[in-house]
């Protein structure tokens, strides 16, 4: 169905996330008071507050009774509450360190294109890093991000930090990352991962694709993460 024939509180909210995408309106800022933001979509208060509830429910701002709306903010705690889904073998929540090793910008290959969606001749940056549990690595990340969706990307090498990449994508390059697709199997450590985690090559490891979409449900990155479950376990509620 188009999306002129969808109900106005779907075009509505599309409208609003499209702003939210274009940087109207920023992370942080209040959103105008509801008979303001009606009057400018040319629809009631009551189908207004149907395409906020949405756009809540999506993480994408936040309201207060009394207050108003706001564009929800990536902060470190918030990301890593929401898409950090390492946890100790006792079900106890952890919070990880991370330590990059190495940062390129060259070409995709094609499981990067094909998962970005990108053209043939499209160049990535391609960011190794551990993420580290009470100074242990137990997860490699090989995390690709379009070049065009994020010129001048940068990272410190070598340096321990505990910011969170979503927080970062969202503050420099204007980019909020609604959801992800995640895809796990079991398999045996290559020789560069096995070497970063400190194990022997083939040690069982449990591998998670997944690739990231913005508010206006482009996909924006890929991240392949090698977790050590000997140590820590990979847990997700469903509701």
């Not at 929401?82 to 995709?108: I, Y």
């Not at 994020?150 to 969170?164: I, N």
């Not at 991962?193 to 694709?209: C, D, F, M, S, V």
Request: proline share 6%; net charge positive.
């Amino acid at each position: 169905m188009t999306l002129e024939r969808q109900p106005l509180y779907i075009r509505a909210e599309a409208e609003l996330r499209a702003r939210i995408a274009r940087g109207d309106y920023k992370p942080g800022q209040s959103l105008p008071t509801e008979p303001v933001l009606a009057a400018d979509l040319g629809i009631s208060q009551g189908t207004l507050r149907r395409a906020l509830a949405a756009l809540e429910r999506q993480r994408l701002i936040e309201r207060r009774q009394g207050i108003g709306s706001r564009v929800a903010e990536a902060t470190p705690e918030r990301e890593l509450f929401h898409f950090f889904r390492a946890e100790s073998l006792h079900r106890g929540r952890v919070t990880p360190t991370s330590l990059n090793h190495s940062l390129e910008t060259a070409p995709a290959d094609a499981a990067e294109r094909r998962a970005l969606k990108l053209e043939k001749d499209a160049r990535v940056h391609r960011l190794m890093r551990e993420r580290r549990i009470q100074g242990k690595a137990m997860i490699a990340e090989l995390i690709a991000l379009p070049e065009a969706l994020f010129p001048g990307f940068a990272a410190p090498l070598g340096e321990e930090l505990t910011d969170e990449f979503y927080g970062l994508y969202q503050r420099r390059f204007g980019l909020t990352i609604l959801r992800v697709e995640e895809k796990l199997r079991a398999v045996e450590a290559p020789p560069g991962i096995a070497r970063l985690l400190g194990r022997e090559e083939g040690w069982p490891l449990l591998l998670i694709e997944r690739v990231a979409f913005d508010v206006m449900d482009r996909p924006v990155e890929r991240r392949r993460s090698w977790l050590e479950t000997s140590r820590i376990q990979y847990a997700v509620e469903l509701r």
